[in-house]
């Protein structure tokens, strides 16, 4: 696996390989690589010549108070777990190299829909950060086709969204929610979770799983499921932060006749903030 630190480095050996008539993959990551990242590297190696993994923690997208400067920053274990499978190029820049004129004066790119509600009411700025951040990326990568896991359907709705409004020529596919045994979304945050509260954290997938089946029975008081679902958490020992039944391509509260529908959820353990999300249609 040949690393990157420079966009001018990774671009020349990419235009060869573009040259060559290469399809070239793209999986962009923040680091502390799991199974579920490893598994959107394989994706992206069944469909194209070349595959690109970036690994940036792009303080862009987090809030002041958030978890920028303790996200876990593992490297090497990265490095060896993509060379294992086999990722061809690895982009690890540093700030300065993603963001040479500084944070405050950089240019951003918004998408003004789907962006202040779920994830982005409790995330103020997150979303602008991450569609501003994989824009420098996909001019950077130029990538036929780019891998996003599901667990974060928001951020896949909003960037598919921010790709076709400004034409961007890339395929975007969606990668299925890697989970442990007991459910629990995989998640570079799942490290933040004590020993005591691991074995409980799978609530949240518990809970829209149970949404999951009241709708399929006929159910459709929405308010009431997300209700209860939050009351179940609680229980558990969590805050919940949002349930919501949505219009999987709006993010807009389902309709009653709506027949496709995601239902996503956020709560906060003590030191994380977990997502999931379960799609029905
Ligand atoms: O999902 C992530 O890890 C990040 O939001 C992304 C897409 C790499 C942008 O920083």
């Not at 509600?117 to 997150?126: E, F, I, K, Q, T």
């Not at 009241?214 to 159910?219: D, K, L, R, T, V």
């Amino acid at each position: 696996m040949q690393i990157f630190h420079t966009v001018q480095g990774l671009r020349q050996p990419l235009a060869q390989a573009r040259r060559e008539g290469k399809r070239i993959g793209f999986v962009p990551t923040m680091g502390n690589l799991h199974d579920a990242h490893i598994e959107l590297v394989k994706r992206a190696q069944q469909t194209n010549d070349l595959v690109v993994c970036s690994i940036f923690v792009n303080g862009l997208q987090f809030g002041l108070n958030e978890d920028w400067d303790k996200y876990p920053r593992t490297f090497e274990d990265d490095c060896a777990k993509l060379r294992a499978v086999g990722c061809d190029f690895l982009f690890h820049p540093d700030d300065k190299e993603m963001y040479p004129n500084g944070l405050d004066t950089q240019s951003r790119v918004i998408c003004p829909t789907m962006t202040d509600v779920l994830c982005g009411a409790s995330r103020p700025g997150h979303f602008e950060g991450v569609t501003t951040v994989v824009t420098k990326l996909f001019n950077i990568v130029q990538p036929d086709e780019a891998i996003f896991g599901a667990k974060d359907f928001q951020q896949l709705a909003v960037i598919r969204r921010m790709a076709e409004d400004l034409c961007v020529p890339v395929e975007i596919t969606a990668a299925p929610i890697h989970r442990e045994v007991d459910g629990l979304a995989m998640s570079s945050r799942n490290g933040y979770l004590s020993a005591a509260e691991r074995p409980r954290a799978n609530q949240l997938n518990v809970s829209l799983r149970w949404i999951v089946s009241q709708i399929e029975q006929g159910n459709r008081d929405f308010p009431a499921l997300e209700a209860e679902a939050k009351r179940q958490i609680d229980t558990a020992g969590f805050k919940p932060d949002y349930i919501s039944v949505c219009n999987s391509k709006t993010l807009e509260l389902a309709a009653q006749d709506d027949k496709d529908i995601t239902v996503l959820g956020a709560m906060y353990t003590s030191g994380a903030r977990l997502i999931d999300n379960i799609s029905l249609n």
